[in-house]
């Protein structure tokens, strides 16, 4: 089984940063994509970013831009640097984990908000 653990979200105004971490139990070389779904109240869960085990990524229009995904393999941890915040990315961020032999996995969610 493999357990994420999600840190780094809070309170900043717009035009603010800040950075989400996700820490996986097992080795990420294991896991074939990591990536950053939200969630705000009224809306559906959407993906944010993606980032798979040759490093390719992929964003979500509204982020494209300000957003970035990486990885660190020897800490088996995923990032999420959010820059140039607004409003509307508001919402809880959840790590995401999928591996073709062991499964899919959720992080607990860290909440994001932005001020105006």
């Known amino acids: 089984q493999v357990q994420l653990v999600e840190s780094g979200g809070g309170l900043v105004q717009a035009g603010g940063s800040l950075r989400l971490s996700c820490a996986a139990s097992?080795?990420?070389?294991?896991?074939?994509?990591m990536g950053w779904y939200r969630q705000a109240p009224g809306k559906q869960r959407e993906l944010v970013a993606v980032i798979d085990s040759s490093g390719s990524t992929n964003y979500a229009e509204s982020v494209k831009g300000r957003f970035t995904i990486s990885r660190d393999n020897a800490k088996n941890t995923v990032y999420l640097q959010m820059n140039s915040l607004k409003p509307e990315d508001t919402a809880v961020y959840y790590c995401?984990?999928?591996?073709?032999?062991?499964?899919?996995?959720w992080g607990q969610g860290t909440q994001v908000s932005v001020s105006s």
């Open positions: 097992i080795s990420i070389f294991r896991i074939n994509a």
């Open positions: 995401n984990a999928d591996s073709h032999y062991l499964g899919n996995y």
